[in-house]
């Protein structure tokens, strides 16, 4: 008889899933993330990084963490976490980040990276934009030796083509 094991996957958003931060809770010793699945497919976890971009603190969400549609997630952080979840219609999946606290007082953007270090979804407080040049642009999560970095994502631009450099073109 073969022995069955399981085997962790890990897979960018699936078609279906639309996963969104909702929201970023800052209430002094009491701080928490909603991530919500508002698609019709679930949506497995595993390598997924929700990440502080002014802070540069980084939670890898459980490797055998399943986002179902419809459900929300609640990511707590800081001393005092919420013992009773909000009562808004949405089925919560409570997890503990840490008891420190992660998310800065004034501001900053909660960035949802994929297992490719894509990024999905971001939020920032208390504004809608971070401020600075690169605000805007989008984010990657790089994996290295010391855990992870986040980069701005590479912009590929077309190079200028002149009417010389056209092949098949005749030159006049």
């Given at each position: 008889m073969s022995k069955r094991t399981s085997q962790i996957i890990r897979a960018g958003q699936m078609k279906g899933a639309k996963l969104k931060i909702e929201s970023v809770n800052n209430k002094g010793l009491q701080e928490s993330v909603t991530i919500i699945n508002q698609g019709t497919v679930a949506q497995p976890m595993s390598g997924w990084v929700l990440a502080s971009l002014r802070g540069q603190a980084f939670y890898q969400l459980p490797?055998?963490?399943?986002l179902e549609e419809n459900k929300a997630l609640l990511?707590?952080?800081?001393?005092?976490?919420?013992?009773?979840?909000?009562?808004?219609?949405?089925?919560w999946i409570d997890l503990l980040w840490t008891a420190d606290q992660i998310w800065n007082n004034h501001r900053d953007t909660a960035i949802l990276f994929?297992?490719?270090g894509l990024e999905i979804d971001r939020f920032s407080y208390p504004h809608k934009r971070t401020s600075g040049?690169?605000?805007?642009?989008?984010?990657?999560?790089?994996?290295?030796?010391d855990g992870f970095e986040i980069v701005n994502?590479?912009?590929?631009?077309?190079?200028?083509?002149?009417?010389?450099?056209?092949?098949?073109?005749?030159?006049?």
């Open positions: 490797d055998d963490l399943i990511v707590q952080s800081g001393k005092n976490i919420l013992k009773n979840k909000p009562d808004d219609g949405w089925n994929d297992p490719n040049r690169s605000a805007d642009q989008r984010k990657n999560l790089v994996r290295n030796e994502e590479v912009l590929h631009r077309p190079k200028k083509v002149t009417r010389k450099q056209i092949p098949g073109q005749f030159n006049r």
